[in-house]
T-cell receptor, first 113, second 114 residues
Framework: DSGVTQTPKHLITATGQRVTLRCSPRSGDLSVYWYQQSLDQGLQFLIQYYNGEERAKGNILERFSAQQFPDLHSELNLSSLELGDSALYFC????????????FGPGTRLTVT | DQQVKQNSPSLSVQEGRISILNCDYTNSMFDYFLWYKKYPAEGPTFLISISSIKDKNEDGRFTVFLNKSAKHLSLHIVPSQPGDSAVYFCAASFYGGSQGNLIFGKGTKLSVKP
């Protein structure tokens, strides 16, 4: 158990809908990262937050947004969902904004039908 | 364009033998490399890392080798055990950057047969 929690574990929704994925980092970790793993793909970095502020952006679509709250939990919002958004979404946390060793949650499997 | 490549999608090894997982990278600015292990239905877990100022790092049965001139790293597992069966991801990052996001390869599925 990494100490990072993600909810929900599974999510099935229709195209055009909007969903919110939630992540609670390990106790004491200030940085949260979101990654997407599509079929046959490695983990693609989406976005990073550190202590409530956006720190880095990767291959995140404009339809996606995220935030980190004062209690350090984070939410990833995915809107106008398309079939191609079906993937595993992982949250990871680390102590600070440049820590290489990140601790991953179990992921949320999103299926868009 | 993939900056971190794991060209072998799968590898099968007999228990007790050595497992060698390979990873190539294209960006010479990478200076920190990590291996993560992933079991089904779980998130990746950190296994071992190496800084670009080193060419070898060892932790128990796991050793990572870095060849900067070839932009190649490898993970050796000796001896391999059935519990090592998992997907192994190679990842890279930039030192001292303002962010710590990792760039991952697509993974190699290791099967260790009893």
């Amino acid at each position: 158990d990494s100490g990072v929690t993600q909810t929900p574990k599974h999510l099935i929704t229709a195209t055009g809908q909007r969903v919110t994925l939630r992540c609670s980092p390990r106790s004491g970790d200030l940085s949260v990262y979101w990654y997407q793993q599509s079929l046959d793909q490695g983990l693609q970095f989406l976005i990073q937050y550190y202590n409530g502020e956006e720190r880095a952006k990767g291959n995140i679509l404009e339809r996606f947004s995220a935030q980190q709250f004062p209690d350090l939990h984070s939410e990833l919002n995915l809107s106008s969902l398309e079939l191609g958004d079906s993937a595993l979404y992982f949250c990871a946390s680390s102590v600070d904004f440049s820590s290489y060793e990140q601790y991953f949650g179990p992921g949320t499997r999103l299926t868009v039908t | 364009d993939q900056q971190v490549k794991q060209n072998s999608p799968s590898l099968s090894v007999q228990e007790g033998r050595i497992s060698i997982l390979n990873c190539d990278y294209t960006n010479s600015m990478f200076d920190y490399f990590l291996w993560y292990k992933k079991y089904p239905a779980e998130g990746p877990t950190f296994l071992i890392s190496i800084s670009s100022i080193k060419d070898k790092n060892e932790d128990g049965r796991f050793t990572v080798f870095l060849n900067k001139s070839a932009k190649h790293l490898s993970l050796h597992i000796v001896p391999s055990q059935p519990g090592d069966s998992a997907v192994y991801f190679c990842a890279a990052s930039f030192y001292g950057g303002s962010q710590g996001n990792l760039i991952f390869g697509k993974g190699t599925k290791l099967s260790v047969k009893p």
